[in-house]
């Protein structure tokens, strides 16, 4: 069963740092993607970052170019998402999410929806 927990939300003032931290589990990681998505009630889910393990590719929405960091550390099975420069717009649920197997990259491209996905973690920046 995969499992991804996510970790490291809270509260920030604007212009701070946060690290996420997603711990997968439950799959073989030899060839997989994770992506960090976010939702503000009332608004369509964003995907912010993604990541394929096995390819190396990345991809950041532009609202966080520049400001956020994904990457994993494979001896853990964990993706991080470092936030810097974090502004009230970054105020969301974050969400971890994964696919896993052959045809994992795809999702890569433009952060699509992955299969699987974690319980999420609140992200409040104030102003």
């Known amino acids: 069963e995969v499992q991804l927990v996510e970790s490291g939300g809270g509260l920030v003032q604007a212009g701070g740092s946060l690290r996420l931290s997603c711990a997968a589990s439950?799959?073989?990681?030899?060839?997989?993607?994770i992506g960090w998505f976010r939702q503000v009630p009332g608004k369509e889910r964003e995907g912010v970052s993604c990541i394929s393990i096995t390819e190396g590719t990345l991809y950041y929405a532009d609202s966080v170019k520049g400001r956020f960091t994904i990457s994993s550390d494979n001896a853990k099975n964990t993706v991080y998402l470092q936030m810097s420069a974090l502004k009230p717009e970054d105020t969301a649920v974050y969400y971890c999410?994964?696919?896993?197997?052959?045809?994992?990259?795809?999702?890569?491209?433009?952060?699509?929806?992955?299969?699987?996905w974690g319980e999420g973690t609140l992200v409040t920046v104030s102003s």
């Open positions: 439950g799959f073989t990681f030899d060839d997989y993607a």
């Open positions: 999410a994964a696919a896993v197997g052959m045809g994992s990259s795809w999702y890569v491209s433009g952060c699509r929806a992955m299969p699987f």
